[in-house]
């Protein structure tokens, strides 16, 4: 039968609908621009615009000390386009399961394929929301305010960018197991993402925030692993050939550890319920 | 074994009944608190057990809430049954009504794509089958408009050619062919009789009698989730008619 618990049958299941994750992925990229009339340029309008207003906002209270900012309007789309990621993926894996209740009720499917594919679907537009960052400091180079020297060190985003994805996966299996059983959960998880957006470090420097070392406030911003991940995202970003120096190892194998230790829950919490599921949705 | 296809074998399963109501975590936890969480056990099917043979078409009868649809979804794989087990050989697809598993915001022709994946079939695989189902379905033009504006004929007759077409080794039929007018329903029929040459094991739900003497050659009949007749379709039949004028 399918649901033998062998790694065998897995990976032989998993081969078999392949096919369905990549269908389901196309299906999510598409369908989340179709009936608009910019369609996919909202992949780039839609953070751009955010950074502009963002910008505007908050330039004048933060941005002023250069040493630590370079380009305030470069810092905030790094942080930014790392912390959209996570929430989108999240967001929508969390309701991955519901949204499929017809198909799961009638067919056999791996149910892990769905938060899967919302994660990857929402990793393919991000990447390519990645091309904002691109024109916006070809801009500021060409235009010569605050250039950004842009060398082959910049390959490290890479780091930041694994890291994310693996957290965003595991924190979307233990979501969408939550949301099967609590349809609270979408609307603390709504109120929770904007909290974390004020503790991640993306409109302000961690440093300017004034808490003191050793305070309960500062233990909160340092385990809050996607500042870690905005942080080392920037330093590839931003500080080019002496990034290593903004780069904190520490904070790297935290972030490395948070993750994991997240996958691994999150896909346990997932498989020990998943039988249960179709009795909820 | 390898002449069977479908093989249902002391399957119980049972569903409790006041946990399917709690979908809140305030409900939740004021039930837990007050210690209201008790379940009341529910036995959808009872110790069922048949075989179906290898290009047997049988049909299931039995009354609303018999346990007709948690059976079928039992041996579609999709719920786990509490004892016993179930074993299926080959591929099965079920037909699925009424636009349950098809994206609305997709178009008729990507949701093809996207059932045959559901089934495990890849897209080179649907591809050479898809030109067989747009003339089966009769949706002409209509193939690339989102299923959101298709009428519910159109929607069945789209999973019924999907279903058909893929040649899956079990096909699971949920009283779909009510739905469709007098000639699709017609057409369809054929098509299921075509198919039983191919080695195509069927299952068929259905209350009309009439229907299920025309498709099957096997009948079951469940009452209150226990199998209470196995046979020949006529026969079980003739039986499923006097249940329904004694009740």
């Not at chain 1, 060398?151 to 985003?157: D, E």
């Not at chain 2, 690339?144 to 298709?150: E, T």
């Given at each position: 039968m399918k649901n033998k618990n062998t790694l065998g049958n897995h990976t032989s299941n998993f081969m078999k609908y392949r096919y369905l994750l990549k269908e389901l992925v196309n299906k999510n990229i598409k369908l989340q621009y179709r009936d608009s009339v910019l369609g996919v340029f909202w992949t780039f309008l839609q953070p751009l615009l955010n950074m502009i207003v963002l910008s505007l906002v908050f330039n004048n209270l933060f941005g002023k000390d250069n040493s630590k900012v370079v380009n305030y309007p470069v810092y905030l789309l790094c942080g930014r386009l790392m912390f959209e990621f996570f929430t989108k993926s999240t967001k929508k894996a969390m309701k991955s399961i519901r949204s499929h209740a017809g198909i799961i009720k009638k067919v056999y499917v791996p149910k892990y394929i769905y938060p899967v594919s919302s994660v990857l679907s929402t990793f393919v537009t991000s990447m390519v929301s990645l091309l904002v960052l691109v024109f916006v400091v070809a801009f500021f180079n060409i235009a010569k305010i605050n250039p950004i020297d842009i060398?082959?060190?910049?390959?490290?985003?890479l780091v930041p960018i694994l890291i994310v994805f693996v957290l965003s996966l595991g924190v979307s299996m233990i979501l969408a197991t939550a949301d099967v059983f609590f349809k609270d959960v979408e609307n603390i998880y709504d109120v929770f993402t904007t909290l974390l957006f004020y503790l991640t470090p993306i409109v302000y420097h961690p440093d300017r925030l004034g808490f003191a070392e050793g305070s309960f406030m500062s233990y909160v911003i340092k385990l809050n692993p996607l500042g870690g991940i905005v942080g080392m995202f920037r330093a590839c970003v931003i500080w080019g050939n002496d990034f290593i120096q903004y780069w904190d190892f520490g904070q790297m194998y935290y972030c490395i550890g948070f993750s994991v230790v997240t996958l691994i829950i999150g896909f346990v919490l997932f498989y020990k319920n998943q039988d249960k599921f179709i009795l909820h949705i | 074994m390898a002449n069977y296809a479908i093989d249902v074998d002391h399957v119980s399963m049972m569903f409790n009944l006041n946990s399917d109501g709690v979908d809140s975590a305030k409900e939740y936890l004021v039930k837990a608190a007050k210690k209201e969480l008790r379940y009341t056990n529910f036995w959808a099917l009872k110790d069922v057990s048949f075989k179906v043979k290898k290009g047997d078409r049988m049909g299931v009868m039995g009354f609303n809430g018999a346990g007709k649809s948690t059976l079928l979804k039992v041996i579609a794989g999709v719920l786990k049954p509490t004892f016993g087990s179930v074993n299926v050989s080959g591929v099965i697809a079920p037909m699925l009504e009424l636009g349950a598993g098809f994206d609305s915001n997709y178009s008729g022709k990507e949701n093809i794509f996207l059932y045959a994946a559901t089934m495990g079939f890849p897209r080179s695989f649907i591809e050479e089958k898809y030109d067989e189902i747009v003339e089966f379905s009769e949706l002409g033009q209509f193939i690339?408009?989102?299923?959101?504006?298709?009428s519910s004929g159109m929607k069945s007759r789209l999973g019924f050619a999907i279903a058909t077409s893929v040649k899956p080794d079990v096909l699971i039929l949920d009283e779909v062919l009510s739905v469709g007018d007098a000639a699709f329903r017609e057409k369809s029929e054929r098509r299921i009789e075509n198919m039983m040459g191919d080695g195509v094991t069927v299952l068929y739900v259905s209350h009309s009698t009439d229907r299920v003497r025309r498709i099957c050659n096997k009948a079951i009949i469940l009452t209150k989730g226990q199998l209470v007749a196995n046979g020949e379709a006529d026969d079980i039949c003739k039986l499923y008619k006097e249940m329904v004028s004694q009740k």
């Open positions: 060398t082959w060190r910049v390959i490290f985003v | 690339n408009a989102p299923l959101k504006s298709y």
